[in-house]
């Protein structure tokens, strides 16, 4: 039985994996378990699952999780940390062979580098660990031979063209992006949009952050940096195409003009369970792909003029060092206060590209640096919006 | 300097395969080739590769072309061999490593079986080679160790998709279709068509025969059969989406659902330039494929009433032995027949289909057995065309 840590469980990549799991009736054992504060999830998934150690945001939530365990009758409690020390014990617990990265945010730095660095294979749903810290990851995972592979189900389309191929033989990787809310609205429309059109992603269900990096692209811009790291790859080898259906989920062109596409339906438990019995593939519990059932399949251009979140990511990723950690924390302070009312839409791409020209990238060697510059990019742009906004914290 | 042998050096493939060893200045060599009766085109591409041996389809031709290298002034002229023996002289030829097989019809069948016994690779686009010897070819390059690489378009594509997956891990093969003249055509419209309107091919350029057979979609079936020896797949595992717009080549449906599929530009040269440089990729002249200068991509699935022709060939490779190679020999003198304007369009799968009845299958085991049958079958529609029509050979 292999043994898996998933941090981030209660998430919806968490409750994904857990259901890929028990699809497999036996083969998976779930290690430990690192939540925030849905404690209510977290001691069902105990129940269910029996891991030895789990992790939660603070010690209140730790006490209402002992409460709660007690009151479902809960037999053998686990081991409870607390915080990212808590994530990281969830990380590194003692027989784990996969540790699924789904945290959300930079709190996932320290338990996805602990697994890497002690060479386990990483299954990675947490953009901005790559983000932010894509240098550091990729070399612990090199020096660990440690496997890290992608859950997003652009980069895992990626990891699955890529199987037979040759690196150097590869001359782009095409993401493809369904273009979100927005795609045939006029620059004005975009500039004004609402929290509800803005939440309405035309494909994907998600949770409320990435949704709207999905209206503005940024989240297209951020898996232009994931795919960098994840397959070694130059700026200029990196391509977006629009393509509104999300069946095609991502592709590569090779030197000889072949392209070769993955395809599949719209569900993560996909890109989980191949990470999860990766190099096998296994029969999965999902309905298939009927090609002939959907309409048609288009592909269009990026509007780069439309959504400059995008070339906003391609320049920091080409300023390089700490520049994407400060565009992904700007963007994380921008999209809470579009989410809470504070700002306008439009306004979020300025408030990054502030950001990134008030900053000097520094090298991205450690781990105190990009949190360095994580934490002036935060302070950066709430200063700014609440000084253009004169409202209070 | 890699040597090539090319069958058929003056047909579409034997061309394009040309064209593709000029792009690559110098690092092959053409050491024969196997052409029919056009000595014109083939004493041009004597002057311009220097084979040392060619054929010919008999001693007129050869005559012809030994006055045409005399007018041209090629100075040392070539070997010329006469027939199937001049075409099996080529296929072996001393130093070549790779075999072009573009004969048209049952004519490569010995040639090509000559090549994959003595362990050279083959890059085959010649479909009745597996079609009625599918058996024979496949047992000869297992056990010599000799690559069969499809140059065909559709198998190329599953080639190409197939790189890095393990086969007991692939669920379907599914060949891509362009539907042909007739997609949107009713039964009665098909029934009656004509010779120009079955030759209006809406994507690809192509021989007669060829564009006929896409018309019927018996193409389509035969590719099903080929892709059978081709992949070492069950028939049920093969399957057919139509696909007007011929960007996707063909798929593969993995057990886990994912869908990996291969795109391309119309353009044979690059399935010829694949099966020259297995198992690397190399830079090609072809423009690269625009996907946002596509409209939209289309799936939908066969309506095998309106084309009978798909249903007979699954029906041809379940009943297996001689019996694809009656299937396939019907289908020519059917189309022959079309062609000429003795049979109306309709008739085709109706002559097939009483060919196939008509016929016991034996154990396809020898090149007798299998040419036996093709004969057999070519005697019996040529006299029931004859019959039913009342008219003189």
């Known amino acids: 039985m292999k043994q898996i840590a998933i941090l981030g469980s209660t998430g919806s990549i968490g409750c994904n994996t857990l259901r890929v799991i028990e699809s497999f009736k036996g083969e998976f054992g779930v290690a430990a378990l690192g939540a925030g504060s849905n404690v209510e999830l977290l001691a069902e998934q105990i129940e269910a699952h029996r891991p030895r150690v789990v992790s939660v945001n603070d010690d209140e939530s730790a006490n209402k999780l002992r409460h709660e365990l007690k009151r479902r009758g809960v037999?053998?409690?686990?081991?409870?940390?607390?915080?990212?020390?808590?994530?990281?014990?969830?990380?590194?617990?003692?027989?784990?062979?996969?540790?699924?990265?789904?945290?959300?945010?930079?709190?996932?730095?320290?338990?996805?580098?602990?697994?890497?660095?002690?060479?386990?294979?990483?299954?990675?749903?947490?953009?901005?660990?790559?983000?932010?810290?894509?240098?550091?990851?990729?070399?612990?995972?090199?020096?660990?031979?440690?496997?890290?592979?992608?859950?997003?189900?652009?980069?895992?389309?990626?990891?699955?063209?890529?199987r037979g191929e040759r690196r150097r033989e590869v001359k782009r990787l095409i993401l493809t992006a369904s273009g979100g809310p927005f795609r045939n609205s006029s620059k004005e429309e975009i500039e004004n949009a609402t929290r509800e059109q803005a939440l309405n992603h035309p494909t994907w269900r998600m949770g409320e952050k990435i949704t709207i990096d999905s209206a503005t692209m940024m989240n297209k811009g951020l898996e232009v940096i994931e795919a960098r790291w994840l397959f070694n790859a130059a700026t200029d080898e990196i391509d977006i195409v629009v393509h509104p259906q999300s069946v095609v989920h991502s592709m590569i062109e090779l030197v000889d003009g072949s392209i070769?596409?993955?395809?599949?339906?719209?569900?993560?438990?996909?890109?989980?369970?191949?990470?999860?019995?990766?190099?096998?593939?296994?029969?999965?519990?999902?309905?298939?792909?009927?090609?002939?059932?959907?309409?048609?399949?288009?592909?269009?251009?990026?509007?780069?003029?439309?959504?400059?979140?995008?070339?906003?990511?391609?320049?920091?990723?080409?300023?390089?060092?700490?520049?994407?950690?400060?565009?992904?924390?700007?963007?994380?302070?921008?999209?809470?206060?579009?989410?809470?009312?504070?700002?306008?839409?439009?306004?979020?791409?300025?408030?990054?590209?502030?950001?990134?020209?008030?900053h000097t990238p520094q090298p991205a060697s450690t781990l105190d640096a990009v949190l360095a510059a994580d934490r002036w990019s935060r302070d950066w742009a709430r200063q700014h919006i609440y000084g253009h906004h004169h409202s209070q914290s």
Chains 1, 2 share one sequence.
């Open 75 to 162: 037999a053998s409690q686990p081991k409870i940390g607390i915080g990212v020390d808590g994530l990281c014990e969830v990380a590194t617990i003692n027989g784990a062979e996969i540790v699924i990265g789904a945290v959300v945010g930079a709190l996932g730095l320290l338990p996805t580098y602990c697994a890497l660095d002690m060479g386990r294979r990483v299954a990675l749903a947490n953009k901005e660990t790559l983000v932010i810290a894509g240098e550091l990851m990729t070399r612990a995972a090199e020096k660990s031979g440690a496997e890290l592979l992608p859950v997003d189900s652009e980069h895992n389309a990626l990891h699955q063209c890529l």
């Open 260 to 358: 070769i596409a993955q395809m599949g339906v719209t569900d993560m438990r996909h890109a989980i369970q191949y990470a999860l019995t990766y190099p096998d593939r296994r029969p999965a519990e999902l309905p298939p792909l009927d090609l002939t059932a959907l309409s048609k399949l288009e592909f269009f251009a990026l509007d780069a003029e439309k959504f400059p979140c995008v070339t906003l990511a391609y320049d920091a990723l080409r300023k390089g060092g700490t520049m994407p950690a400060v565009l992904n924390a700007a963007n994380e302070v921008a999209v809470a206060a579009f989410l809470d009312g504070k700002i306008r839409f439009g306004y979020i791409p300025r408030l990054i590209r502030g950001a990134c020209e008030a």
